[in-house]
């Protein structure tokens, strides 16, 4: 593990360019919560997202899943030994874990859950698709979480349930998508108990009430762990609640636009209207400071090797927060929710 260290930074100016355009391009979403975060914050948001983002999709667009994982890990293997691939995200990358002590098992997870969907690996229980999701979901909240200086094991065990919440909606929103491309992400065993016969849908993908049962079933799963994610939330730097706060509720709208749709996945594809989005972070900015938390639970079973990776390294604190300064940032941030709007569309 790299050390903490003044020394100076791999990525330039226009590195940090480039990962800001990746994720204002890659997710609307979570570009449009980024507005919320501290600067300190936010930029390295952003390399973090373009490393993940990377990898994603040299795994999805590459000609031959095994090498580009291959490639992906000897990037890896440099990105820790401090001497990064002459790419933006690498060196942003690079920056990343030597300033916030990341432990490798988080991205060599995020690799194995990229060579999961390689593999076209299906996942008989709910239990399984959570160990999926944690692999490539739920390692960003980890990582997220450590750019905010916070290594409580209850802070990183909900950022995780959050990070899980939002894959489950995913699946929710994509199932027609994934099918068209023949993949299938919902738990065999629901799909079997609700009388469906996954390589019968997989040839002629439809909406029927049997999977519409299923989506809904799935999507109160997501539910269920926004729930205990929100509890995380008030566990994280004063400065940092809204971002995180509008980033579930805005992917929980997209369950909730999945509902209105009378759960077809298959032929519609979820969207939030920017305008709702705007109201979102608005609603974030004010409830983020009544935030309390509550008796911590333990993280999932399947999210628990990411908790404990975490523990084995020593780490940073986290950066306080004064009332007075957290409301002058968020005067600030009103003052820019206009200009996000162009965004959120």
Partial sequence: MLPSSPEARFASPLDDQACREAIRTGSRSFYTASWLLPERVRQPAFGLYAFCRLSDDAVDLGECCDDELARLRIRLDRVYAGRPADHPADRAMADLVRAHHIPREAPEALLEGLAWDCEGRRFETIEDLHAYAARVASTVGVMMTLLMGVREPAALARACDLGVAMQLTNIARDVGEDARNGRCYLPLRWLAEAGLNVEDFLRDPARTPALASVVARLLAEADRLYARAREGVARLPFGCRPAILAAAAIYGEIGREVERRDY??????????????????????????????????????????????????????????????????????????????????
């Fill in 264 to 345: 077809d996945s298959v032929n519609q594809r979820a969207r939030v209207p920017g305008s709702r989005k705007l109201s979102l972070l608005l609603r974030s900015c004010l409830q983020a400071p009544a935030l309390a938390t509550g008796q911590a639970a333990p993280p999932l079973e399947a999210t628990a090797f990411l908790v404990d990776s975490v523990h084995r390294l020593r780490g940073s604190t986290p950066q306080r927060y004064s009332v007075r300064a957290h409301a002058l940032r968020v005067l600030a941030i009103f003052e820019r929710l206009e200009r996000a709007q162009q965004y959120v569309d």
